[in-house]
């Protein structure tokens, strides 16, 4: 079955990003460069939330015609959202069913990895649906206080196993989990 | 200078213990014996709000004359509280006034390591003072989704750096960190 997985960059604290939505704190380094290349080589969809897309959104729809033919034959992406009434771009799918039901379907359809992106409220509500298999945090060396949680209340409590947890450039910790079923 | 450090075991969304308190999803190991056994020989004070003293409480005052003996010649532990009028404990101290001053002179003395313990409002106060100097975690492979979080916000962003990061017994991640200054 394919593997559905969330994770980010974040703060000693959980955070994404700052209140204001900073992320000038992220440290970018040839580790992080290669761990994502690694990672996405094994994805063909990504899911994201209404806000989410609203960052990716200007990107994906002003983007150049070359940027998005390339963009096009990447992973297609799926926006979750009731409100929405279309998103125009190549590659991008809305979905205004039940996220839960759309993502336990196409878990069982062959494919690739399933990438969960964004400020965790999709993600919270696939924790609550048990359809999360695999969590990659990449800590960084700051407490911001206040911001975007990596994670949020899914209600109940979720045992992980521990896969892998390295030192990476920067005082970066990188942590990969599986959700113990 | 004396070193004042701040720190926990905690689920990998930040909290030390769940809504309700628990805290059944700790791991005890070896690994965690060696390290505590070790942090706790440098230290000879351990600061505690309210909150944390209405836990230790009920043991620290109903123990036995042996065990009271035994933990009279530990560290000093003194409490921070505006509203508690007494705490009566051996090697118990309460203090009312500004925790910040009281610890930024405490520093200046001669001494071990200060340890600040407990649900992380007395830490924020001593970050947001610009007190703490080490922070050590203990990620636990769980997602709890409420509960006690480790960290409040200081009201603003507290650079780190890391200082050791290592897997221990049980899938916990054990990182410790210096305030950058």
């Given at each position: 079955?394919?593997?559905?997985?969330?994770?980010?960059?974040?703060?000693?604290?959980?955070?994404?990003?700052?209140?204001?939505?900073?992320?000038?704190?992220?440290?970018?380094?040839?580790?992080?460069?290669?761990?994502?290349?690694?990672?996405?080589?094994?994805?063909?969809?990504?899911?994201?939330g209404r806000k989410?897309w609203?960052?990716?959104?200007?990107?994906?729809?002003?983007?150049?015609?070359?940027?998005?033919?390339?963009?096009?034959?990447?992973?297609?992406?799926?926006v979750f959202s009731r409100t929405l009434e279309g998103?125009?771009?190549?590659?991008?799918?809305l979905v205004s069913s039940d996220a839960?039901?759309f993502?336990?379907?196409?878990?069982?359809?062959?494919?690739?990895?399933?990438?969960?992106?964004?400020?965790?409220e999709l993600?919270?509500s696939?924790?609550?649906?048990?359809?999360?298999?695999?969590?990659?945090?990449?800590?960084?060396?700051?407490?911001?206080?206040?911001?975007?949680?990596?994670?949020?209340?899914?209600?109940?409590?979720?045992?992980?196993?521990?896969?892998?947890?390295?030192?990476?450039?920067?005082?970066?910790?990188?942590?990969?989990?599986?959700?113990?079923?």
């Amino acid at each position: 079955m394919r593997i559905v997985s969330y994770g980010a960059a974040c703060s000693l604290d959980g955070f994404i990003a700052g209140e204001d939505g900073s992320i000038d704190w992220l440290h970018f380094s040839k580790d992080v460069q290669q761990v994502m290349t690694t990672y996405w080589k094994g994805v063909d969809a990504v899911l994201m939330g209404r806000k989410t897309w609203a960052l990716a959104a200007p990107q994906a729809e002003k983007g150049s015609a070359k940027k998005r033919a390339k963009e096009a034959k990447g992973p297609a992406t799926f926006v979750f959202s009731r409100t929405l009434e279309g998103v125009v771009a190549p590659g991008v799918e809305l979905v205004s069913s039940d996220a839960g039901e759309f993502v336990r379907r196409m878990k069982q359809k062959p494919g690739g990895g399933i990438c969960v992106m964004g400020g965790g409220e999709l993600a919270c509500s696939l924790f609550a649906a048990d359809l999360i298999d695999e969590v990659g945090i990449n800590v960084h060396p700051v407490l911001l206080g206040a911001g975007i949680p990596l994670f949020r209340d899914a209600g109940r409590r979720i045992p992980l196993d521990l896969l892998e947890s390295r030192v990476i450039d920067g005082g970066c910790v990188l942590s990969t989990y599986r959700v113990r079923r």
